[in-house]
């Protein structure tokens, strides 16, 4: 229940991609080309996974019980960059863009560890962000079929797709919305 | 077609700066520093790595040193302004990544251009570097206060205890159509707007600007 519940919090109504802004602006340039992009996407699936099971480990067994658990992220760098230079080793995906995926893949884990309250959950959340990554780049491929590349009418179909979504936003519709 | 490309993956990284940020002039404040801060240490640890001659390993240090800079600056962010902090507790690292895609891009940028032109100083190379975050920060900080602005009806500042508000609109009975600038919806349309509308001024100053010369010939 919470995998389903977690799935479609992160993949739709508060997408990672459009709400959180992970990978918005590498979804728009993606979606250009986007099957060069899937044969490297298993190499960060993989990647992402295992960073965040790994930063989470050391972040419960270590960091909390030395009092820095601020220092988090910078473990999670440490450990991404790691892990992605040994995977592309073994597996021997070659991305022309390699290290702009970063950014996606360092918030994913990032994101995941923020809002988790176990290992399970952590690693869950991190591919469900890179899953609404995909989901964005399909959607995004789509427009640009319909507007011909042109990316202002992509982006503002976008901004009218985020608007749709978010009807349910009640303070929208709420008087003295200003404050007194 | 190179500096256009530039153009465009750079604002395409503000925009995702600006859109996780919450709608409050306040928040743009602390972003322009923290970004103003991290793309000055960026140019100046690229020197540093290129005399000790570990330009293979300039990507990882990049990423290492923002994002530790980035840890350094939340607690000083939470000595400051513990509930600033607290908003911005997952936020914060969003301008890291921003300014390492940055600055991969300046990279790049630069091996193109002929070497005639480029100094390899560290002068030279801060000051393009801080040239194009301060175009950004204008553009950043203009946003955040429109949406402060129409959306909340208040300019706001960071405080010890969160934000100081400048009331704006003191009129309650207003339309609520403001709400839609506050939301994040509302930040993509502005930031559109604006981006558009420097892309259509760049654009005709070029044409103008070889105009111009053509006249001159």
């Known amino acids: 229940m919470m995998m389903i519940s977690n799935f479609f919090y992160y993949v739709f109504f508060a997408s990672a991609v459009f709400i959180y802004g992970i990978g918005v602006n590498r979804s728009l340039t993606i979606s250009e080309h986007p099957r060069k992009f899937f044969k490297g996407c298993i190499k960060l699936i993989i990647s992402v996974s295992a960073s965040t099971a790994l930063t989470y480990l050391v972040l419960s067994k270590i960091l909390m019980r030395a009092s820095l658990t601020e220092v988090y992220p910078f473990v999670a760098v440490l450990i991404f960059s790691s892990i992605s230079i040994f995977i592309e080793s073994v597996v021997r995906i070659t991305s022309k863009n390699s290290m702009s995926e970063y950014a996606v893949a360092v918030l994913s884990v990032l994101l995941g560890i923020n809002e988790s309250i176990s290992i ?61 | 077609m190179k500096e256009k490309n530039f153009l465009y993956e750079f604002l395409l990284a503000s925009f995702a700066m ?112 801080m040239e194009k975050t301060l175009r950004f920060s204008i553009l950043a900080l203009f946003i955040f206060a429109f949406r402060d602005i129409f959306g909340y009806g208040t300019l706001t500042l960071p405080a010890r205890k969160g934000l100081a508000s400048l009331m704006i609109f003191h009129d309650t009975e207003k339309s609520a159509i403001g709400a839609l600038f506050a939301s994040i919806p509302g930040a993509i349309l502005i930031l559109l707007a604006c981006l558009f509308f420097i892309m259509y001024i760049e654009k005709n100053l070029k044409v103008a600007g070889g105009i111009a010369n053509d006249d001159d010939k």
């Open chain 2, 18 to 129: 600006i859109v996780p940020f919450p709608g409050r002039f306040a928040y743009g404040i602390i972003l322009v520093i923290v970004l103003a801060f991290e793309m000055l240490s960026i140019s100046l640890f690229k020197q540093l790595v290129k005399k000790l001659s570990l330009d293979n390993m300039l990507s990882i240090l990049t990423a290492v040193l923002l994002i530790s800079e980035s840890i350094i600056f939340k607690q000083f962010l939470i000595m400051y302004s513990p509930i600033l902090a607290l908003t911005l507790s997952f936020d914060i690292y969003f301008p890291a990544v921003s300014a390492f895609i940055i600055s991969r891009l300046t990279a790049d940028d630069s091996k193109s251009m002929n070497v005639e032109f480029i100094s390899d100083t560290i002068v030279t190379e801060t000051k393009l570097n």
């Open chain 1, 120 to 180: 399970f959950e952590s690693v869950i959340i991190s591919l469900f962000c890179i899953l609404s990554f995909f989901v964005a780049i399909i959607v995004m491929n789509f427009l640009r079929k319909k507007f011909n590349n042109s990316t202002r009418s992509i982006a503002a179909s976008i901004a009218i797709i985020l608007i749709i979504a978010l009807f349910w936003n009640v303070s929208w519709f709420a008087q003295g919305v200003y404050q007194r």
